[in-house]
């Protein structure tokens, strides 16, 4: 009984590790939301809060 819930444990953790591979939707788009100098996101359209970006 232990074997098995290892052995689904070890299974489930694998198909987690390939879906976190896998590059979702947005991620393009969310990068280019981060201020170039202090790398923190910038919230609407003004300019970072840094000063600098």
């Known amino acids: 009984m232990i074997v098995k819930v290892v052995v689904l444990f070890l299974v489930a ?4 590790a390939m879906f ?6 947005g991620q393009k788009y969310l990068a280019n939301k981060k201020c170039p100098r202090c ?5 609407g359209k003004g300019p970072c ?4 970006g």
Not at 13 to 16: F, I, K, N, P, Q
Not at 20 to 25: A, D, V
Not at 39 to 43: C, D, L
Not at 49 to 52: A, F, M, N, Y
């Open 13 to 16: 953790m694998g198909v987690l």
């Open 20 to 25: 976190g591979r896998l590059r979702f939707p």
């Open 39 to 43: 790398g923190r996101y910038r919230i």
């Open 49 to 52: 809060d840094c000063g600098r």
